[in-house]
């Protein structure tokens, strides 16, 4: 049974485990370095996991941005060299290891299906949180896609006139669901408003609240319901920091009953939590390539 040591990087903060058979043995964490350089990130990653990797078979690394054939493209960080950096390149060698490289919302799909929620069935993972992410499992297979992209649900276009989401587009479906697309719905309500503070007015019984909640929960049952149409998927799992608040995956199984039968998708929550990046990482099947 082979070790991996896997990471999850994220734009707050890097995670560093050992992982086998969807199990983590061990693991740190450490804030972000703060850099315009993705040779940092490197940096940072190596030097985290330099004490463990005589334990480890291969290593798995789980990140924000899109993944082509291992190279790394992260808009979101505004790096200097962040387009199409080789990072699977750069960290093969430095560790002397094989380096897979995927999608952080994409590995969390991967170890929801394999050792959480998804059951093995054809599944969407949808993370919902600061942006929104997603995963796409079919008859078995991560679907990535020839550019990384496939399953990122939140950068549908909903409304092409819309709000500027951070991708460039406007009118994605991030803008309006995300816990930043609640915030800014808020401003007019309650100003420097967070999610968070939408979710507690809304419990408080504030209807502005309320209405900003459902519209979020209304769109992305629509997208998902959409995504039925296109993949013919059988459930639809919920994660991140806004879709796993509290009453959120309600409304959006409340909404679900609205959809006709063909159209309907079984929604559920995560049950990974944090880890389910590291753990869809290192669970990769032995060769494996995006």
């Known amino acids: 049974m082979k070790t991996m040591l896997a990471f999850d990087i994220g734009g707050t903060k890097i995670s560093c485990a050992l992982v086998t058979n969807g199990k983590i043995l061990c693991k740190q964490e450490q804030k972000t370095v703060k850099s315009d350089t993705a040779e940092d990130f490197v940096q940072q990653v190596f030097t985290m996991g330099q004490p463990w990797i005589d334990k480890a078979d291969k290593v798995a690394i789980a990140t924000l941005g899109l993944i082509d054939q291992g190279c790394w493209s992260a808009p979101t960080l505004d790096l200097k060299d962040g387009e199409n950096f080789p990072l699977a390149k750069k960290l093969t060698k430095l560790f002397h290891k094989d380096v897979i490289v995927v999608n952080d919302a994409q590995a969390a799909a991967w170890g929801e299906y394999r050792f959480g929620a998804g059951r093995k069935k054809d599944m969407l993972f949808i993370t919902v949180s600061t942006g929104v992410g997603g995963g796409l499992v079919s008859h078995g297979k991560l679907i990535t896609g020839k550019t990384g992209l496939a399953g990122h649900i939140g950068h549908i276009q909903i409304d092409p006139d819309g709000l500027k989401c951070t ?15 609640i915030a800014f719905a808020a401003q007019p309500y309650y100003p420097k408003a967070t999610a968070k503070d939408v979710f507690e007015q809304a419990a408080n019984g504030e209807g502005w609240a309320k209405d900003i909640l459902y519209t979020s929960a209304s769109l992305l049952t629509t997208a998902i319901s959409n995504a039925k149409s296109m993949l013919d998927i059988e459930i639809a799992i919920i994660g991140g920091s ?12 409340k909404e679900m009953l609205k959809e006709d039968d063909l159209y309907s998708v079984e929604i559920t929550k995560a049950i990974l939590g944090k880890d389910a990046g590291l753990i869809g990482a290192a669970s990769l099947p032995s060769g494996y390539q995006n």
């Open 167 to 181: 991708c460039g587009r406007k009118g994605c479906l991030q803008a309006y669901v995300s816990g930043e697309g």
């Open 242 to 253: 806004v879709g796993l608040a509290e009453g959120y995956i309600g409304m959006l199984q």
